[in-house]
């Protein structure tokens, strides 16, 4: 069997030393406590799942689905940004259906970019961006997130050569994994940016329901004139409690959603039907599920970790957004020494920054997708353990 030149561009996989502690950790029963996944771990709130019980005994829903997605979906993202951002998108000819927002994502590489083009990504990252860039033969540029700069890209640090070649430019607010948001001057920044350099700017938009103390991150959108250069990838998985169901929309203008058409409807053939019609009520009918899950379940969480961690010695303040603490490692360690020693003293799993590019590294990340208590059980261990910042 011949592998593709692609499948060599993947970076080596970081964590088999961890996967081999936590295993080895499993088979002699300790109880592990992981902060290492960012997927909820409460169901799909109930409107949701009783609407997707109506949609799978209908018929009507078992056939192919149109491409673009139904009308019904496309008229619901519709309403769904004018009410949540103010923003006014045509559900014609503004919005394409994804199955979820990483088969868009990827996807998006194969519309827009061609081999040597750049693609400008932060780093640290989600690494889906800079595995497609690679894949389609175009050239990550890295622009590094630094802690005093709130984790947002500095674009006059790009250098003009770079800019010239550059196809992308990628933004993730509220941002995984650092947890940073985004004010809306930096995205009329940037979106004035792309806009000079002429290039298709794409903010992956997957945490702007995840938010606290009444915080409502802003679609790119909400900048005048963005729909010129830009294309939001919205996602249900993060801020429904829709992970599993595969369920997203891109939101563009009418030549941007034309030429994603093409990839798409030469790749796939759309989402099920009865998930697009779940997918209708999560986007219309959500609204107190999601501020009563942020108000009483996960900023609780994030505030007994914060808590917990500052306690040991860190000096972290709780981010407005996002399920992610992203924090520094004590002085000594490498963010795999880190992990690693977490894991083996403590029995929890924390993700070392790395994973996410470069920069990541000497950070790690945790995700509040445990209960408050056994958040509290994890600061105990980690305090017993003797682990603290310095
Ligand atoms: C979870 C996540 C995604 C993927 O979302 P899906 O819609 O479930 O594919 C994309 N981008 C970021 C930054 C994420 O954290």
Redesign the pocket.
């Known amino acids: 069997m011949k592998r593709s030149q692609r499948i060599a561009t993947v970076p080596p996989y970081l964590f088999a030393e961890i996967d081999k502690k936590k295993a080895a950790a499993i088979a002699s029963g300790v109880d592990i406590i992981s902060l290492g996944i960012?997927d909820h771990d409460n169901p799909t709130f109930p409107n949701i799942v009783k609407k997707m019980q109506q949609a799978v005994a209908d018929p009507a829903n078992h056939d192919y689905p149109p491409y673009e997605g139904t009308k019904e979906f496309r008229t619901a993202a519709s309403v769904f940004y004018k009410k949540r951002f103010g923003v006014e998108i045509d559900p014609a000819k503004n919005v394409l259906a994804l199955i979820?927002?990483?088969?868009g994502?990827a996807h998006s590489f194969l519309a827009f970019t061609d081999p040597g083009d750049i693609v400008l990504i932060p780093d640290p990252a989600?690494p889906?961006y800079a595995i497609w860039a690679k894949f389609v033969g175009a050239v990550p540029y890295y622009m590094t997130l630094e802690p005093q700069n709130g984790f947002i890209p500095d674009l006059k640090k790009i250098p003009a050569d770079v800019v010239k070649k550059a196809a992308m430019l990628w933004i993730?607010y509220p941002n995984?994994p650092t947890g940073a948001v985004a004010s809306i001057e930096f995205y009329k920044e940037v979106v004035a940016f792309c806009k000079k350099h002429n290039i298709l700017l794409c903010s992956?938009l997957?945490?702007s329901e995840l938010a606290f103390e009444g915080y409502k991150p802003p679609s790119i959108f909400e900048v005048p004139g963005a729909m010129d250069v830009a294309i939001e990838?919205y996602?249900?998985?993060?801020g429904f409690n829709m992970?599993g169901w595969?369920s997203?929309f891109a939101v563009g203008n009418e030549e941007v959603i034309k030429a994603f058409s093409i990839i798409k409807t030469n790749t796939d053939s759309g989402i099920f039907k009865a998930i697009q019609s779940a997918s209708v009520e999560a986007l219309l009918n959500s609204e107190k599920y999601c501020a009563e899950q942020n108000d009483k379940l996960i900023s609780k969480r994030r505030d007994a970790l914060v808590n917990g961690l500052n306690s040991l010695g860190w000096k972290i303040t709780s981010p407005k957004a996002t399920f992610y603490i992203w924090a520094p490692v004590p002085k000594g360690f490498t963010s795999l020494q880190f992990c690693a020693e977490v894991l083996e003293k403590c029995g929890i799993i924390i993700v070392p920054g790395n994973g996410y590019g470069a920069a990541g590294e000497g950070y790690f990340r945790a995700a509040v997708t445990v209960s408050e208590k056994r958040i509290k059980e994890a600061v105990l261990r980690m305090k017993k353990a003797g682990i603290h910042y310095s």
């Open positions: 960012g979820g927002s990483k088969e994502i989600y889906v993730n995984n992956d997957s945490y990838f996602s249900l998985s993060k992970t595969r997203a």
